[in-house]
Nanobody
Framework: QVQLVESGGGLVQAGGSLRLSCAAS????????MGWYRQVPGKGRELVAN?????RTNYADFVKGRFTISRDSAAVWLQMTGLEPGDTAVYYC??????????WGQGTQVTVSS
């Protein structure tokens, strides 16, 4: 099992920045991808970005170069700049281990005011 705890969400004005953090604990030796999804009410979760063990990254088109994902063995971060009201959502940390097994954090709210 992998436990994930997110932090760093909050309220920010359009154009501002936030840094989301996700601390992982438990069975970490076979973690593969780490990433972030987001969800707004009435819609499914959508991928924001993920990162592989070799640090290759994958970003959603809507990121447009504004976000940067990074990781180490027990944490993943999402640096968000140029935030827009459309980025308002609950952001979830997501980890996939070999097996495969997938794990989710509890989510952290990001609200961008216009």
């Amino acid at each position: 099992q992998v436990q994930l705890v997110e932090s760093g969400g909050g309220l920010v004005q359009a154009g501002g920045s936030l840094r989301l953090s996700c601390a992982a604990s438990g069975r970490l030796f076979d973690v593969y991808t780490m990433g972030w999804y987001r969800q707004v009410p009435g819609k499914g979760r959508e991928l924001v970005a993920n990162i592989y063990p070799d640090r290759r990254t994958n970003y959603a088109d809507f990121v447009k170069g504004r976000f940067t994902i990074s990781r180490d063995s027990a944490a993943v971060w999402l640096q968000m700049t140029g935030l827009e009201p459309g980025d308002t959502a609950v952001y979830y940390c997501h980890v996939v281990s070999y097996g495969p097994r997938a794990y989710w954090g509890q989510g952290t709210q990001v609200t961008v005011s216009s």
